[in-house]
């Protein structure tokens, strides 16, 4: 499974953008599709994650209200909205999969897209 991750870019503080990630193809093992993200000199910090089989939603509390995960399956792509952006949400975000939906650092997932690059301007 190969995933691609797009979308990123420089918005101004309290824009919006739609990240996207294109599956190869979606099996039994890459079901579950979960966002990351990681700041120069911080952690890869887990947003969300979505199930293609049930369609259930996990979000991190602190990505909650302002971050919002969905799928496109017939285009294989699943959807990172991020509303009303601030500074400390610029970082690389990833999408990955997996078969079930993992939080915290993400060496659960087997498949990595490449990250894309979103910057927040005050």
């Known amino acids: 499974v190969q995933l691609q991750a797009s979308g990123g870019g420089l918005v101004q503080s309290g824009g919006s953008l739609r990240l996207s990630c294109t599956a190869s193809?979606?099996?039994?093992?890459?079901?579950?599709i979960g966002w990351f993200r990681q700041a120069p000199g911080k952690e890869r910090e887990w947003i969300s994650c979505?199930?293609?089989?049930?369609?259930?939603?996990t979000y991190a509390n602190s990505m909650k209200g302002r971050f919002t995960i969905s799928g496109d399956y017939a285009k294989n792509t699943v959807y990172l909205q991020m509303n009303s952006l601030k500074p400390e949400d610029t970082a690389v975000y990833y999408c990955?999969?997996?078969?079930?939906?993992?939080?915290?650092?993400?060496?659960?997932?087997?498949?990595w897209g490449q990250g894309t690059l979103v910057t927040v301007s005050s």
């Open positions: 990955a999969a997996d078969r079930l939906c993992y939080s915290g650092s993400g060496r659960e997932y087997d498949y």
């Open positions: 193809a979606f099996t039994s093992d890459s079901r579950t």
């Open positions: 979505i199930n293609r089989s049930d369609g259930v939603t």
